[in-house]
């Protein structure tokens, strides 16, 4: 099938994309910056998700619809809800438009574990409004959707806006990991190659306008993510856990009673998180001493003394 991925520059964008490049899909890549992951069997358009003239093109001759531009930092979108309404929920509404009116097969939307959870500020509210919409847009003009909730994400070409890369770039740069939180928090992490294998998974008629879940299979406090981090780097790092005031982000769970239900998928087999973390560790290593590289499984320097 002919496939649009937009925000297919991005983190999860960019491995979805991969992953459907990977399943024989045509995969053209549509953003406001050129993807630096962009393969030779993909394609790239460079564009604003608000341009509806540059929309209603670039839509054309598509079977399907992957729905990831808009701001994805729970942070940011709480210092930016003007921006937020624009790019995630605007920007949303204006693409579903555009596949209505040529009759896209599948509109598949990136939205998150926090969509029907009391956390998760204007990043939620953001993500509640666009299911609502395209149930709408179901309902009235019978465009198949289906809704991806990914909970918490880890891997190779996040940043400083994912948690576990922002706390591995602690540990390698600083040897101190500095932890807001009581250590308690439990997540279900998923490496985001398992989360793009199932996004891609998902276009089978049985997930036909279904939201579904996808999660790790196991949860882990934070306490524990640290001290495996710590163990990894050879028990030479710091651990300094303190208060914090935070109110977007959940403790154990982001669900709250919501008759919208989802079906939870895993990916079996998936990646190991020792694995997945040893990963972001060499990617993070190779980003903060960029005068090094890898030989034969050991980091070279190639700065030459004067």
């Known amino acids: 099938m002919k496939i649009l991925v937009t925000g297919g520059s991005g983190f999860i964008g960019s491995h979805v994309a991969d992953a459907l490049s990977d399943a024989?899909?045509?995969?053209?890549?549509?953003?406001?910056?050129?993807?630096?992951?962009?393969?030779?069997?993909?394609?790239m358009i460079v564009g604003d998700i608000l341009d509806q003239e540059c929309l209603d093109k670039i839509v054309e001759n598509q079977d399907v619809i992957y729905h990831f531009a808009g701001i994805a930092d729970i942070?940011?979108?709480a210092a930016n809800p003007v921006d937020t309404a624009k790019h995630n929920i605007l920007g949303t509404v204006q693409l579903l438009e555009a596949c209505r009116k040529v009759g896209i097969?599948?509109?598949?939307?990136?939205?998150?574990?926090?969509?029907?959870?009391?956390?998760?500020?204007?990043?939620?509210?953001?993500?509640?409004?666009?299911?609502?919409?395209?149930?709408?847009?179901?309902?009235?003009y019978g465009l198949k959707y289906t809704c991806l909730r990914y909970g918490s994400l880890y891997g190779a070409r996040s940043d400083e806006r994912n948690s576990i890369y922002k706390l591995i770039k602690q540990a390698v740069q600083d040897g101190k990991i500095v932890y807001r939180g009581t250590g308690e928090e439990m997540r279900e992490f998923i490496?985001?190659?398992?989360?793009?294998?199932?996004?891609?998974?998902?276009?089978?008629?049985?997930?036909?306008?279904?939201?579904?879940?996808?999660?790790?299979s196991?949860?882990?406090?934070?306490?524990?993510?640290?001290?495996?981090?710590?163990?990894?780097?050879?028990?030479?790092?710091?651990?300094?856990?303190?208060?914090?005031?935070?109110k977007a982000h959940y403790k154990i769970t982001p669900y709250n009673f919501s008759p919208r239900l989802g079906r939870k998928m895993v990916n079996n087999p998936n990646i190991d998180m020792g694995q997945g973390l040893l990963q972001c560790m060499a990617e993070v290593y190779e980003k903060v001493h960029s005068e090094k590289h890898e030989e034969m499984g050991l980091f070279v320097n190639d700065t030459k003394p004067e």
Do not use: W
């Not at 024989?24 to 394609?43: C, G, M, N, W």
């Not at 993500?127 to 309902?139: D, G, L, P, V």
């Open 24 to 43: 024989a899909h045509e995969v053209t890549i549509f953003d406001i910056r050129k993807s630096p992951y962009l393969r030779p069997d993909q394609k």
């Open 75 to 77: 942070d940011e979108c």
């Open 105 to 140: 097969q599948r509109f598949v939307f990136a939205s998150s574990a926090y969509v029907y959870s009391d956390s998760g500020s204007f990043y939620a509210a953001s993500k509640q409004a666009c299911e609502s919409f395209i149930e709408n847009f179901s309902e009235l």
């Open 191 to 216: 490496h985001v190659q398992d989360a793009a294998q199932i996004s891609a998974a998902i276009l089978q008629p049985e997930f036909e306008n279904q939201n579904i879940i996808i999660t790790g």
């Open 218 to 246: 196991e949860k882990m406090r934070y306490i524990e993510l640290l001290e495996m981090i710590k163990e990894m780097l050879g028990n030479k790092i710091e651990i300094d856990i303190l208060p914090s005031e935070r």
